[in-house]
């Protein structure tokens, strides 16, 4: 699995496509428990937009990286689950972890440019 999560201005995020792809499951399996749990507060702001895989449209939760981990926390325990679940949420973390150095490089150039225009 390569990619767990992606980088938006307002912080990270993963999709259900992902996380299907990840835990080995239906996608459509993932948006039932998303609707399953939609009461929850958490869950009441989730981006959905439409996606098409093989010639058909389906629509793919857009989820936050709270969403994300709440999600995965409500998921069946099976022996194969639980040890899938550890790794999504550490390659989650080391993602936010890499994507906060870029964001942090990109800044500290842009401060750079700032003043040296400041300067001239």
Not at 46 to 67: H, P
Not at 75 to 88: E, G
């Amino acid at each position: 699995m390569n990619e767990i999560a992606l980088a938006k201005e307002e912080g990270i995020y993963t999709d259900t496509l992902i996380m299907a792809a990840h835990f080995e499951l239906q996608h459509a399996s993932i948006i039932l428990l998303l609707k399953k749990h939609s009461s929850l507060d958490t869950f009441h702001n989730v981006e959905v937009r439409e996606e098409r895989t093989k010639g058909r449209s389906i629509k793919v939760a857009c989820l936050t990286e709270s969403q994300t981990i709440l999600l995965v926390l409500l998921m069946r325990n099976t022996k194969k689950t639980t040890q899938l679940k550890v790794k999504f949420i550490e390659s989650l973390l080391e993602e936010r972890k890499a994507i906060g150095k870029q964001f942090a490089k990109i800044a500290k150039t842009n401060r750079l440019i700032t003043l040296k225009k400041d300067l001239t």
